[in-house]
């Protein structure tokens, strides 16, 4: 079974920042990709960034970067120049092989609040 | 905007009732998935459909079914609801069956209140 944990309810940064998210996995699968989204206050689940097991480079995709240790099993989010508007909840979601196909298996959630 | 259209945004119903949320896909996307969101078990994965065929299962409850059409637009129906219910549905739709990078877009969510 896949299981992903984030361990941060909540977290606080300053407006132009860098904050790191934490998320760490379980799975016995060697193929697997790792997800983070973003669930602002109105409710929307909004991609931010992927990251696929047999990646050798870290993902990026704007101020987003994936901080994958694989030997550790994390998969940390790293966001850049932090702005007001990253406020919101992030997840971390795992898709494991075999028949799980598209399943995707979602930490709790960190709450992250940027003060200006 | 995803492109990913989910119906209705909000939804207020009694216990013991049936109510169907419809799911639209992003244009070209051949799999939906629905998930549930609640604050005592987070987001749940129900089911994926691909290209009208069930692809996956999750936890989803007997009470519950889904179906996608030759559109390939998609329902999930709940019946016999329960106070328990009330939640935030998801559907999410990608280009493919779900694997490799195969990414899932998020519609805005249906949210039910069964009273």
């Known amino acids: 079974a896949q299981k992903i944990t984030q361990t941060q309810p909540g977290m606080f940064v300053q407006e132009k920042e860098a904050v790191t998210l934490d998320c760490t996995y379980d799975?016995?699968?060697?193929?697997?990709?790792l997800f983070w989204y973003k669930q602002p206050s109105s409710g929307e689940m909004i991609f931010l960034i992927y990251?696929?097991?047999?990646?050798?480079q870290n993902a990026t995709e704007g101020r987003y970067s994936l901080n994958f240790q694989k030997a550790r099993k994390s998969a940390n989010l790293v966001i850049s120049a932090s702005q007001l508007g990253d406020s919101a909840m992030y997840f971390c979601?795992?898709?494991?092989?075999?028949?799980?196909?598209?399943?995707?298996?979602f930490g709790q959630g960190t709450i992250l609040t940027v003060h200006p | 905007d995803s492109g990913v259209t989910q119906t209705p945004k909000h939804l207020i119903t009694a216990t013991g009732q049936r109510v169907t949320l419809r799911c639209s896909p992003r244009?070209?996307?051949?799999?939906v998935y629905w998930y549930q969101q609640s604050l005592d078990q987070g987001l749940q994965f129900l089911i994926q459909?691909?290209?009208?065929?069930?692809?996956a299962k999750g936890n989803i409850l007997e009470r519950f079914s889904a179906q996608q059409f030759p559109d390939l637009h998609s329902e999930l129906n709940l019946s016999s609801l329960e106070l328990g219910d009330s939640a935030l549905y998801f559907c999410?739709?990608?280009?493919?069956?779900?694997?490799?990078?195969?990414?899932?877009?998020f519609g805005p969510g249906t949210r039910l209140t069964v009273l």
């Open positions: 999410a739709s990608s280009v493919e069956g779900g694997m490799g990078t195969d990414t899932q877009y």
């Open positions: 799975t016995s699968d060697p193929s697997y990709g």
């Open positions: 990251q696929g097991s047999y990646d050798q």
């Open positions: 979601a795992m898709r494991a092989g075999g028949t799980s196909y598209g399943k995707l298996t």
């Open positions: 244009s070209g996307d051949l799999s």
């Open positions: 459909y691909y290209n009208g065929e069930e692809r």
